[in-house]
């Protein structure tokens, strides 16, 4: 049995999908205004910069008031020596840390004020709103000249009495093509809301307005994911949600395409898609059409037997190309696919996380995909992640590709138990040269948690000049289990 790998919203519907795997993340959602896929910079450098959470994180000793963690890019990479390391305890910060908050569970990023420098939307999940427990809060995070410090504004909950774990999921894009940033949130409930451009100062946003997937909305489940991005090259990004269909005997997973238009999202041209609880978006084939790419993790069978549609032994990556009409032709991935590094093997997690960015510069973007589960000699659920590179034809998937364990030549660590290196994956230029870097989170040391670095040569992903980043160097208690990097900002 999986043990959860951080803040997760438990139901029997999800632990007769996933065969024993009994809860479903609070998963990251990839943010995209076009075909590419934008990188964040807080302090308008040039570099990129990447955010994550330790939501778990004790703080002046509150049990998982949780914090979140920014590291700046720079000549080098990142590492704990340039960093910000926040909590509701900072200085300018919205709130207070308290015991079971969450603060850092789910982010999202993007110029919210419109003033150059890029923002990031932080959720609490677990707050308690007055006698609202669990209530959960939101808050903006100003990006400056020197990075995110802590300066923010809380975004008021529209509909408190109707759900709980406000913020649960976080996705940014400009929905209805303005030139500003919109959000949207997800909560216990099945209905998003999105807060409109122009966050100002005293966290109000442009406008508001709701819609509502056919998804579970009990149990505190809602939407398991939000992913935004451009596939039909509109000029106006769409929005993926991935969740449980409400209408069959197990409450299958299932993903829903919502297109953006001048007036904002548009439920009623929602297309279904592949199933999967991680997605990423960006365009693989150069085609200048978003490409949707989905993790459907699970194993193929419930715990009964029964067969679970659309999935792989181990774990399956769906990829669903886009198209002036939307998304168009779809094609499964396994460890089990052509040359693919690895073999599909029961409960390797295979797209457990996801995320896309062009490592060798050549105009397709490549994808990183967490294979968190997988077992290397004795050492059960080590993990491990697996790079493909795209191409004309998409993601090639007969040559070029490459894994990474902690057992790989140079890379930092060693393989242990459950240690879920690639429990969390994010490609972005870290280092100001147009090249994908890669950063893998893990729950090494019983949960502490761990980032590492490892950067493109220019044409690949390489060892060379790899690191680890610790809780312990970047400010964050090893008290309890902080889940350092279990979820990195999109």
Avoid: C
């Avoid at 079971?100 to 959720?123: L, P």
């Avoid at 100002?200 to 998804?215: D, E, L, R």
């Avoid at 295979?350 to 294979?371: H, P, S």
Wanted: hydrophobic content about 35%; charged content about 15%.
């Amino acid at each position: 049995m999986h043990k959860p790998l951080r803040l997760a919203l438990a139901t029997a519907t999800a632990a007769a999908l996933t065969g024993g795997l009994l809860t479903f993340s609070t998963a990251a959602a990839t943010a995209a205004d076009s075909t590419t896929v934008p990188q964040a910079d807080f302090n308008n450098d040039g570099i990129g910069d990447v955010a994550f959470s330790a939501d778990g994180a004790y703080v002046n000793g509150k049990k998982a008031a949780g914090q979140l963690v920014v590291l700046y890019g720079s000549a080098s990479g990142v590492s704990s020596a340039k960093r910000s390391t926040i909590s509701q305890n900072t200085s300018g910060a919205p709130g207070t840390a308290e015991t079971g908050d969450h603060f850092g569970g789910e982010t999202a990023y993007a110029d919210f004020n419109g003033d150059g420098y890029d923002d990031i939307a932080v959720s609490a999940g677990g707050e308690d709103v007055g006698s609202d427990t669990d209530g959960g809060t939101l808050a903006i995070l100003w990006g400056s000249a020197s990075g995110i410090t802590g300066r923010g504004v809380t975004v008021a909950d529209p509909a408190p009495s109707s759900h709980d774990f406000w913020g649960k999921n976080l996705a940014a894009g400009d929905f209805d093509g303005d030139g500003k940033a919109d959000l949207a949130v997800g909560s216990s409930a099945a209905t998003i809301y999105v807060l409109k451009g122009g966050i100002n100062a005293s966290g109000v946003p442009g406008g508001t307005y709701t819609i509502k997937p056919p998804i579970m909305g009990t149990d505190a489940l809602g939407p398991l994911n939000l992913t935004a991005g451009d596939i039909n090259n509109s000029g106006q990004t769409d929005l993926v949600v991935d969740g449980f269909e409400t209408d069959t005997q197990y409450g299958w997973n299932r993903n829903w395409y919502v297109p953006g238009g001048a007036n904002g999202l548009h439920m009623s041209e929602a297309e279904t898609l592949k199933p999967g609880v991680i997605t990423a978006i960006g365009d693989i084939n150069n085609d200048h059409y978003g490409d949707i790419v989905s993790g459907a993790y699970w194993n193929t069978t419930t715990e009964d037997g029964t067969p679970v549609p659309d999935s792989g032994k181990g774990g399956k990556v769906w990829v669903t190309y886009g198209s002036d009409g939307g998304p168009s032709n779809v094609t499964g991935i396994t460890q089990d696919t052509g040359n693919v590094p690895g073999t599909a093997e029961g409960n390797d997690f295979f797209g457990y996380e996801l995320d896309l960015g062009d490592v060798n510069g050549d105009g397709f973007l490549d994808l990183a995909i967490g294979v968190a589960g997988e077992n290397i000699g004795s050492a059960t659920n080590t993990g491990a992640v697996t790079v493909l590179y795209g191409s004309a034809n998409g993601l090639n998937t007969t040559s070029g590709g490459q894994f990474f364990a902690q057992s790989t030549a140079g890379v930092p660590g060693s393989d242990e138990k459950d240690d879920y290196f690639g429990q969390d994956v994010k490609l972005d230029d870290v280092t100001g040269d147009g090249r994908a870097d890669l950063l893998v989170g893990s729950r090494e040391n019983a949960a502490n948690g761990a980032v590492t670095y490892l950067p493109s040569s220019g044409t690949k992903i390489v060892t060379t000049g790899s690191r680890t980043i610790s809780p312990s160097a970047s400010g964050v208690s090893t008290t309890g289990t902080p889940y350092f990097g279990a979820n990195f900002a999109d």
